[in-house]
């Protein structure tokens, strides 16, 4: 199993890190046999690893190499508007552009991926997906699993021809559902073999799917301690059996192989019944013993609660069909429309309501995380205590979310992230005054 090379800066100063990444076309074996072509950020898939260290900035110079019109999104980021990817900020064919990040936020598991109009679904099935990872110094002295021991796995389906090309289609039943694929793919491969050694690993799980959701467990029983949702890391490890993650959730987790000897294997399975099935996404090969001095502290983060009585607004958003489109409160996106209007500083309740029966629409917001206030009325489950920047909204179902308007102002979208939904016309935009 690949793990995806970290971009080295090409300048360092006193405050910042200074990257150059090309977009451009490239192939890619991703099964046996034929490689694959691919749209690659530093011409692999998924994209090189942006590794930054919280409080020193990051310049990215990305040029686009494609035929295409590309936007650099960098999902999770707390950014200005004209570094934050607009649908409409395109990077032209042979042309380049600077993003700005600040990296004022919580260490953790991010990912940057395409947002070009239109053309989000297609360009990050092709490959325009990669980790953005934010490490915080302040957070080593937990002894966590760190080094070789700590993996970013990028977790995809895809359809490939007998040629092994990626096939994209989209048609009135992948509009609906989204792309599904049936070939599992890991870190850019299908169904890989990952040798482990006999000791903890933090394995930050990421689902970059278009459309597919995960629900992942071990095949040997054993649990999966999540320790972060999204960007951030929880209050305190959680022990889990399964592990729900919508497309664009991440969590980050640490897996113990020390009671396995040399030989053994465990596989990382998808419970998820949707059809095509993805039963099993990877293989971990337990190849040696290794000594182990990482742990996993009781306590991990502080999280302090928003106030709900402190909310200045409350604002509703509906996810239904309209006229064969997928809409937000009967919308469909239009970037000359603003849609919502919140105010720098104030604190928003958004209540998110799926009136649809099938589909789980998981709702992402760009500029500041949220909290879950509750799922169809009750408590959030522990997992979704921590901070969040994208939640599932079941069939049928409500979930109300409370975040806080900080840092920005600015045109900013928010949308599903089942990437052909998105695509078609599942946004909305909002400007921060
Ligand atoms: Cu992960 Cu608007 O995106
Ligand atoms: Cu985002
Ligand atoms: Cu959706």
Redesign the pocket.
Known sequence: MPIPAVLAPVRRDATTDHYELACHEATAQALPGARTPIFGYGGVWPGVTLQVTRGRAAHVRVENRLRENVSVHNHGHHVAADSDGHPLAYVRPGQSRVYVYPNRQSGGTYWYHDHAMHQTGPHVYRGLAGFYLIHDPAEDELGLPSGEFDVPLCLQDRLFDAQNALLYKVDEGTTFT?LLGNAACVNGVHCPDFAVAARKYRLRLLNAANSRNLRLALSSGQPLVQIASDGALLPAPLSRKAIDLAPAERADCVVDFSALSPGASVVLRNLDPTWPEVPELLRFSVRRKATDASRVPARLSTVTRLDPARAHTTRRIT?QLSDGK?TMNGLRYDPGRIDFRPRLGSTEIWELHNKEQT????FHHHLVPFQVLDVNGEAPPPDLRGWKDTVAVPPAGRVRIIMRFEGFTGVYVFH???LE??DHA?MLQEEVV
């Open positions: 989204g996810f997928w589909q789980m629409h998981p599903c992230h089942k939904h998105e599942m």
